[in-house]
């Protein structure tokens, strides 16, 4: 469950109150404070024994005012590779679970976009948890903007969530989409057309190479538009770090020219969309 203190006409510096959540035995579960007129999120609160709880609101010195309590619970539900949701927090604090399955090894994305929520940074909090609960990757939106955790590889094999965390006092909509990369090889010398359909859907194309061999890689007649940032090009080693990378500005080209490979073993050219972009892009690897 969740419980949100807002509204508050209770002044003055930090702490100006501390709400409080009791198990049923009267000692405390959770509790924070508010500065001033802020406002107290006390959320993913996991409730350990069946029974009566209680929500204290404790101003602190002589305060007079009042607040706004909100207790809530998260949306639960489930997603499958390859489709979108789109989810909508009503309540003040509410948070939506999505659950999924995933397999040890199994590289996922997970985009957050078409949002609705406004105000700042840290305006959405974007979560992967393992089946155990921990985190296993997360990000942040500006405001309306996307937010996209990609390339997470499953550590285990078991059932995940896709956590969408607003903060503060955010309501809105968001469309969730889970996807996997579309996986490939390509050969040197050859062109191939990628097309990408699922937000946050990432194209890697493997090819063998051979230490000092010298390659070039470039992505035209894009379909994708934007600004600068609508697409990045990587080529990784056969460890899986990056060698090099480049950017494309709205439907441009983008290249890696001239580069010598420092290793013999397979390499992997990446097309990465930005904030959910979906179109087509001709990729061309040449070399000697």
């Known amino acids: 469950m969740n419980l949100e203190v807002t509204n508050s006409t209770l002044l003055g510096g930090c702490t100006s109150l501390i709400a409080s959540v009791l198990k049923p035995d009267g000692t405390a579960l959770r509790s924070g404070g508010a500065c001033g007129a802020g406002n107290v999120d006390l959320s993913l609160i996991t409730v350990p024994v069946t029974g009566t709880y209680?929500?204290?609101?404790?101003?602190?010195?002589?305060?007079?005012?009042?607040?706004?309590?909100?207790?809530?619970?998260?949306?639960?539900?489930?997603?499958?590779?390859?489709?979108?949701?789109?989810?909508?927090?009503?309540?003040?604090?509410?948070?939506?679970?999505?659950?999924?399955?995933?397999?040890a090894g199994q590289q996922v994305n997970v985009q957050v976009s078409n949002s609705t929520f406004t105000g700042g940074c840290w305006s959405l909090?974007?979560?992967?948890?393992?089946?155990?609960?921990?985190?296993?990757?997360?990000?942040?939106?500006?405001?309306?903007?996307?937010?996209?955790?990609?390339?997470?590889?499953?550590?285990?094999?078991?059932?995940?969530?896709?956590?969408?965390?607003?903060?503060?006092?955010?309501?809105?909509?968001?469309?969730?989409?889970?996807?996997?990369?579309?996986?490939?090889?390509?050969?040197?010398?050859?062109?191939?057309?990628?097309?990408?359909?699922?937000?946050?859907?990432?194209?890697?194309?493997?090819?063998?190479?051979?230490?000092?061999?010298?390659?070039?890689?470039?992505?035209?007649?894009?379909?994708?538009t934007g600004g600068c940032w609508s697409l990045t090009l990587k080529l990784l080693k056969p460890d899986g770090t990056v060698l090099n990378s480049a950017s494309a500005c709205g439907s441009g080209n983008v290249s890696l020219s001239s580069i010598v490979l420092p290793v013999t073993g397979t390499y992997t050219v990446v097309i990465d969309p930005q904030g959910g972009r979906l179109g087509s892009v001709l990729l061309t690897l040449s070399g000697s």
């Open 54 to 103: 209680t929500v204290v609101i404790d101003p602190q010195g002589a305060r007079l005012g009042s607040v706004l309590v909100t207790l809530s619970m998260d949306q639960p539900g489930t997603m499958t590779v390859g489709t979108s949701n789109t989810v909508t927090i009503n309540a003040l604090g509410q948070n939506a679970r999505l659950a999924f399955s995933g397999t």
């Open 125 to 224: 909090i974007l979560s992967i948890l393992k089946p155990d609960g921990t985190v296993l990757n997360s990000a942040n939106t500006c405001g309306s903007g996307d937010v996209d955790l990609s390339f997470v590889t499953l550590p285990v094999t078991g059932t995940y969530t896709a956590l969408v965390d607003p903060q503060g006092v955010g309501t809105g909509s968001v469309l969730v989409t889970l996807s996997m990369d579309q996986i490939g090889p390509i050969s040197v010398n050859t062109s191939q057309t990628i097309t990408i359909n699922t937000p946050g859907q990432n194209a890697q194309l493997t090819f063998s190479g051979t230490v000092d061999q010298q390659v070039n890689i470039q992505v035209t007649n894009s379909t994708l």
